[in-house]
């Protein structure tokens, strides 16, 4: 376990930031799940933004990979365009 006070409190950040990138994380994933689920285009156009948006920020942060983010924003448009 560690003896020093800077790791101690490296490990309370470490907690900190993984419970928050989890959570962000997550509800990106519910929101392309949800996304994917919609059978109406015009619900599924007012989405898309929202969606593209939230895996943009998880990129930037480097919570996932800049491809992969790409790769399900390329997928989600695809399938809203052919509703």
Known sequence: M???QSAKKRIRQIEKRRLHNRY???TT???VK???GTSEKEAAQDLL???T???D????RNIIHKNKAANLKSKLA?????L
């Open 53 to 55: 948006s939230m895996l």
């Open 24 to 26: 962000y994380a997550k």
């Open 34 to 36: 949800e996304l994917r």
């Open 2 to 4: 560690a003896n020093h």
């Open 57 to 60: 920020k998880l990129a930037k």
């Open 78 to 82: 695809s399938h809203v365009n052919k």
């Open 29 to 31: 994933r519910n929101a």
């Open 49 to 51: 933004p929202k969606v």
